[in-house]
């Protein structure tokens, strides 16, 4: 995983791969929403079914050479 490269959820891509505790994850989609504190939230849909509620700032990996591309 040293390839691997972090930015912040709210960049994050459908067709991005996602390192997780469960592997490397293709995201099938990403919403956006809000905490009921009022802070801002991003949830990753990977193509597994699973989702992953992160802070739109915190920092993710991405595996580069992902479909998304960026």
Request: charged residues 35%.
């Amino acid at each position: 995983m040293g390839r691997d490269r972090s930015k912040s959820a709210f960049r994050v891509r459908r067709g991005d791969v996602v390192s997780t505790r469960n592997g490397e994850e293709e995201v099938k989609a990403v919403r956006d929403g809000r905490y009921d504190s009022g802070g801002p939230v991003v949830v990753l849909v990977f193509k597994s079914g699973r989702r992953m509620r992160v802070h739109a700032a915190e920092q993710v990996k991405v595996v580069p050479g992902g479909k998304g591309g960026r």
